[in-house]
């Protein structure tokens, strides 16, 4: 079994900072893509960044020129740096990563999610 580990979250006022932490651990045989995710009041899950093995990362439109994401695969984390932080950023962040696990006959591959840490951005 695969744990995502989430910190970082916390209260900020507009266009302040916070920087979001993903740390995977468990039976892991390689992790594939990593990401953030986020889900506001009454939407939907959305994708905020990620990045994959190679390091190739997608940007959700909105938060293009103002987030980064990044990762350390020797640390099995995940990184996404926040700043000009906006209210309507305000969410529940959830960390997903894309995971390969070694098993006696074969693998696996299976997405596997953190439980969340809120953000929330005050005007």
């Known amino acids: 079994q695969v744990q995502l580990a989430e910190s970082g979250g916390g209260l900020v006022q507009a266009g302040g900072s916070l920087r979001l932490s993903c740390a995977a651990s468990?039976?892991?045989?390689?992790?594939?893509?990593m990401g953030w995710y986020r889900q506001a009041p009454a939407k939907q899950r959305e994708l905020v960044a990620v990045?994959?093995?190679?390091?190739?990362?997608t940007y959700a439109n909105s938060v293009k020129g103002r987030f980064t994401i990044s990762r350390d695969n020797a640390k099995n984390t995940v990184n996404l740096q926040m700043n000009s932080l906006k209210p309507e950023d305000t969410a529940i962040y959830y960390c997903?990563?894309?995971?390969?696990?070694?098993?006696?006959?074969?693998?696996?591959?299976?997405?596997?999610w953190g439980q969340g840490t809120q953000v929330t951005v005050s005007s």
């Open positions: 997903n990563a894309y995971v390969t696990i070694a098993q006696t006959m074969g693998v696996t591959n299976q997405n596997y």
């Open positions: 468990g039976r892991i045989f390689r992790i594939n893509d």
């Open positions: 990045i994959d093995s190679g390091g190739t990362t």
